[in-house]
């Protein structure tokens, strides 16, 4: 059994954003984290301060949600899932509206 296998399991998804960054910052303490984003070489900077406590992976979740099973190794368990993936739409307070 691989180390990571004995390891607490966390899967991040947005892990390449600002909370993300730090939410696997957090988690590396303690668990291997698995870290979606779509930015590569913003999942390269957290493999390159996290090492082998993180394994990334390259993913638009908005496109490929039916295409999880081959995106994430089959895993026997997740301990931790937290799903910060999101798209967020920047608008002036003028333009802003209630919806």
């Known amino acids: 059994m691989t180390e990571v296998q004995n390891s607490k399991i966390a899967v991040v998804t947005g892990a390449t954003g600002g909370m993300g960054k730090e939410i696997v910052a957090n988690l590396v303490s303690d ?17 390159a301060a996290h090492g082998d406590a993180v394994t990334v992976v390259a993913v638009d ?23 910060g993936a999101a798209i967020a739409q920047a608008f002036s307070v003028e333009s802003a509206r209630v919806t």
Do not use: F, I, S
């Open 31 to 47: 668990h291997h984290v698995y870290a979606l984003g779509r930015d590569q070489a913003k999942l390269d900077e957290l493999v």
């Open 61 to 83: 979740l908005a496109q490929e949600l039916d295409a999880m099973d081959a995106v994430l190794p089959a895993l026997e368990r997740v301990d931790v899932l937290v799903n």
